[in-house]
């Protein structure tokens, strides 16, 4: 069987169930099997998702320098996976301020959106998700061709905005979100300069 089967038939589903788990918890938790939702149910809920949907960013931003780092070049079969699970769980998060906690109602919806300057930037970031979640099927990869790798690399706003959007409503203690900033600027940096080192001409040994 060739490594590619074996992560089609094995890796990928066991990947794909790992993934699930956050949501599984949040399930588990409202139903009182493995936790609580404590006294703020849907703020819980509300936050995990988001977490989870930063967490998932950063796990995406890894895979590429990853696989150079490591030369495990099959890591690279997980990068769709892992960013419609981003997506996922940002829209999750989306879904449950949409529905409860402004219970579907436009005028509050347009007003957050609007006048709140850290729902403004998670909007954006999410809408890029959307974009980038929309056209990765390998289909319209091929059709794109390299606008597709320009279209995608828009995933490095969207990590910035995802950031910026959870220091913003953060009321004192900073440490969480600095972390997360702390790694995404780590490896953007690292893009920036592997992007760098490939456009210097290579030195000829003497
Ligand atoms: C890439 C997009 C997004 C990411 C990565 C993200 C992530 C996060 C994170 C990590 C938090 C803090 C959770 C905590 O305190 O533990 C948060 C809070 C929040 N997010 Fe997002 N978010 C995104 C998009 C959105 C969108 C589209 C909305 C709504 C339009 C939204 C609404 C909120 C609200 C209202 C809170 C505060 C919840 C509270 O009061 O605890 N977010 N988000």
Redesign the pocket.
Known sequence: MTSLKIIRLYLKPIVFLICLLPIILVLTDLFEISGTLGANPI?NI??RF??W??RF?VILLLISPLKKISGIIWLIQFRRMIGLFAFFY?LM??LV??LL?QSLLMPAIIE??TKRPF?TI??I??LI?LILASTSTSKIRRSMGKKWDKLHQSVYL?SI??VW??WW??KKDIT?PLIYAVIIFILLTYRLWDKYKKTQPKKNPA
């Open positions: 703020e509300q936050d988001g977490i949907g930063l960013i940002v998060h989306f301020w949409l906690e957050d959106v729902i998670g909007f970031a999410l998700l969207a905005l995802g959007h959870f409503q953060v969480e």
